[in-house]
């Protein structure tokens, strides 16, 4: 059973369109993280939102955390080629000593 | 110098031999952990270490071992390979974030090929 269920899977875009990529769970989190890789390398972390309801913006990116603590969205405006990459969620569950649960992944290609 | 050295970046093996990843950080991190990432499947946690007299299982445990020498080192092995442990693996380091979450650093991983 996947805990952390992100969707879509893929997503193939053009420059300067808009995209939301989500990731669902049914348990709650204290805190949820988004992460970026690219080929050759391991993720890197974008952003943590740890209230429900909260809002991030990073730039053209902005991240929610729903408010219920068990979902977010992450959102970026006018996609450039350089947006191009794996999106990773990651959650927290209560009472895990701050461990993380992956989301299986986003793989966005933004096209020129 | 990368935060988090990985080696070998990658690794070609056969089935039965025992293999070895080491994983060094400059992070000053007490936390270290060992993923690995399938496609499709995401990034599981194989073990994990919060200081160095602490060790423990993740969610794939099974076929592997670790050996955490120092705060700075972290190795994976794996005594008989199979050929479905070939995967890329992770390690990484953390130091508690807001609300507890570990925010982890990753390296640039080592992909492995168990033929």
């Known amino acids: 059973t996947q805990l952390l269920e992100q969707s879509p899977q893929f997503l193939s875009i053009q420059e300067g369109e808009n995209l939301t990529v989500y990731c669902n769970s049914s348990s709650v989190f204290s805190s949820l993280q988004w992460y970026r890789q690219e080929p050759g390398e391991g993720p890197v972390l974008l952003v943590t939102?740890?209230?429900?309801?909260e809002v991030k913006k990073l730039k053209r990116l902005t991240f929610q955390f729903g408010d219920a603590r068990k979902d977010s969205s992450l959102h970026i405006t006018a996609a450039q080629t350089g947006d191009t990459g794996l999106y990773l969620c990651a959650g927290a569950r209560v009472g895990s000593q701050g461990n993380l649960i992956f989301g299986k992944g986003t793989k966005l290609s933004v096209k020129p | 110098d990368a935060d988090v050295t990985q080696t070998p970046r990658n690794r070609i093996t056969k089935t039965g031999k025992r293999i070895m990843l080491e994983c060094s950080q400059t992070k000053g991190h007490d936390r270290m952990y060992w993923y690995r990432q399938d496609p499709g499947l995401g990034l599981r946690l194989i073990y994990y270490s919060f200081d160095v007299k602490d060790i423990n299982k993740g969610e794939i445990s099974d076929g592997y071992s670790v050996s955490r020498q120092a705060q700075a080192k972290f190795s994976l092995s794996l005594e008989s390979a199979i050929p479905n442990q070939t995967a890329l693996y992770f390690c990484?380091?953390?130091?508690?974030?807001?609300?507890?979450?570990?925010?982890?650093?990753f390296g640039a991983g080592s992909r492995l090929t168990v033929l």
């Open positions: 990484a380091t953390s130091e508690a974030g807001p609300s507890g979450a570990n925010v982890l650093t």
């Open positions: 939102v740890v209230t429900g309801g």
